[in-house]
């Protein structure tokens, strides 16, 4: 059986912590940032942990 293959995708939107848990980003800091509030772009730069139930998911697809 050959190796599976990374994501690429999926590595570059998630790193791993020191405990296994996935760390992301939160979607809407990128373009159109005129019109949101400077209190919501300094929420949306915060990161956050990926739900439990797609950790799995993600860890095969990232070959973790």
Do not use: C, W
Request: proline share 3%.
């Amino acid at each position: 059986m050959p190796k599976m293959k990374t994501r690429k995708a999926v590595k570059a939107r998630f790193k791993v912590t020191g405990t296994g848990k996935l760390k992301r980003t939160r979607p809407g800091r990128r373009h159109i940032l005129i019109k949101k509030s400077s209190n919501r772009k300094r929420h949306l730069a915060k990161s956050r942990l990926v739900d439990e139930g797609q950790v799995k998911m993600y860890k095969i697809m990232m070959g973790v």
